[in-house]
Each structure stands twice: as structure tokens, then as C-alpha cells.
């Protein structure tokens, strides 16, 4: 099965500065990645889609792309808030329904 | 918006007891999912279903069970608890893929502590 990958690490940035998340993924390229977002002690929400045919989304301050050479998703956050601090996990759905997440990102956004 | 409501905020059992971890969705949803959640492991899938009285293990079915009667309902057993099945179980709803592309929602989770 997939294995996925996101820094560990939690990430430490001022506010106003963009934040970039990275994850990566090891065999096939799924035919599209999802971000969501976990705060402490909740279940995660859904936040962007991006499909394999599209190199970059965006909503809002948020922004994903896609590179299925690299075996890579970007996640942006610009003008970042204190409020944006929480955990960002990347998945990728696996056969028809499974989906396979990653161990998530800590973000942290300094005021 | 959907609603993924699971039965307890927090558990405490004892070592070998059975217990019950109960899931219902409200979006008629074909898709139903358990994932555990432990710290620098993850979400790892339990089990899934994708139509009442189908069910897939997941990436660690060991020790565990399910059952889907309903369509809204899902839910998770273990059948003789032991302290490694300490941990945050979240369930999770999708419709069918090609619908919302996967699109995973999530109830609030149970924490279970096995003593």
C-alpha cells in the first residue's frame, strides 16, 4: 500500500508569512490528494481536492499543488493567522474507497 | 452539513471486556470508516464498508470487528480489550467515490482507555 509522508516536525512561522506544507507519497499516483485540517482533541475536516490532471487549487488563503513527477503535494497557507495553527493531513484515496492518510504536520503561527 | 456523531467522548474499560463503539451518519452516505489515531503513528484504517453488510479490513483489523446493519450505522468491536487498543477512534463517512471524490467526513472521536 501507499506510504505517505509529511514532516514530522512541527513547523514554527511568524504571522503574515506563508506556510508550506509537504507531502509526499511513494508508488502510484492517485488520481487526486486531499488536505485536511485536525485541531486538538477533533476529528479532521476536509479543506482541498486536487485531482492529478491539475497542477495547482486554491480557496481562499490556501493553496495545493500536484506533481506527479515528483510524487509530490505543496500545501500553502498565505497571510497566515494564529487561528491557521493546527495539524494539516494529506490523503490519498487507495482501490476504490479506501483512504490512506499521512501522519500530519503541526503548524504553528506565531502573532 | 453532515453529521458523523459517535456515541462517547471518552471510554474507560477494563483489560477483556468487550466493548462497543458506536457510529451514525446522517447524510445517507454508502461509505463508513474506522480509523485510529496515536501520536507519530497517525490515522490508520481499521475497517471500512461500502454497503450495508459489506465490510474490508482496513491496515490493522487485528483484534477488532464490525458490523453494518444499517446504512447509518457502523460499528467497531473489540472483543476482549487489551492496553495497546488505548488510543483516539474517529469514524468517518463518504459518499460513493466519483460523488465527492472521497471526500471523508468525520465524527469528534472516543477516546478509549483500556486499564
Known amino acids: 500500500s501507499q506510504k505517505i509522508e509529511q514532516n514530522s516536525e512541527a513547523l514554527n512561522i511568524q504571522e503574515g508569512k506563508t506556510a508550506t506544507l509537504t507531502c509526499n507519497y511513494t508508488n502510484y499516483s492517485p488520481a487526486y490528494l486531499q488536505w485536511y485540517r485536525q485541531d486538538p482533541g477533533r476529528g479532521p475536516v476536509f479543506l482541498l481536492l486536487i485531482r492529478e490532471n491539475e497542477k495547482e487549487k486554491r480557496k481562499e488563503r490556501l493553496k495545493v499543488t500536484f506533481d506527479t513527477t515528483l510524487k509530490q503535494s505543496l500545501f500553502h497557507i498565505t497571510a497566515s493567522q494564529p487561528a491557521d495553527s493546527a495539524t494539516y493531513l494529506c490523503?490519498?484515496?487507495?482501490?476504490?474507497?479506501?483512504?490512506?492518510f499521512g501522519t500530519g504536520t503541526k503548524l504553528q503561527v506565531i502573532p | 452539513d453532515v453529521k458523523v456523531t459517535q456515541s462517547s467522548r471518552y471510554l474507560v474499560k477494563r483489560t477483556g471486556e468487550k466493548v462497543f463503539l458506536e457510529c451514525v451518519q446522517d447524510?445517507?452516505?454508502?461509505?463508513m470508516f474506522w480509523y485510529r489515531q496515536d501520536p507519530g503513528l497517525g490515522l490508520r484504517l481499521i475497517y471500512f464498508?461500502?454497503?450495508?453488510?459489506?465490510?474490508e479490513k482496513g491496515d490493522i483489523p487485528e483484534g477488532y470487528s464490525v458490523s453494518r446493519e444499517k446504512k447509518e450505522r457502523f460499528s467497531l468491536i473489540l472483543e476482549s480489550a487489551s492496553t495497546n487498543q488505548t488510543s483516539m477512534y474517529l469514524c468517518a463517512s463518504s459518499s460513493r467515490q466519483g460523488a465527492t471524490n472521497g471526500k471523508l467526513f468525520f465524527g469528534s472521536g472516543t477516546q478509549l482507555s483500556v486499564l
Open positions: 464498508s461500502y454497503d450495508v453488510k459489506m465490510k
Open positions: 447524510m445517507d452516505h454508502e461509505n
Open positions: 490523503a490519498l484515496i487507495e482501490g476504490y474507497q479506501k483512504v490512506t
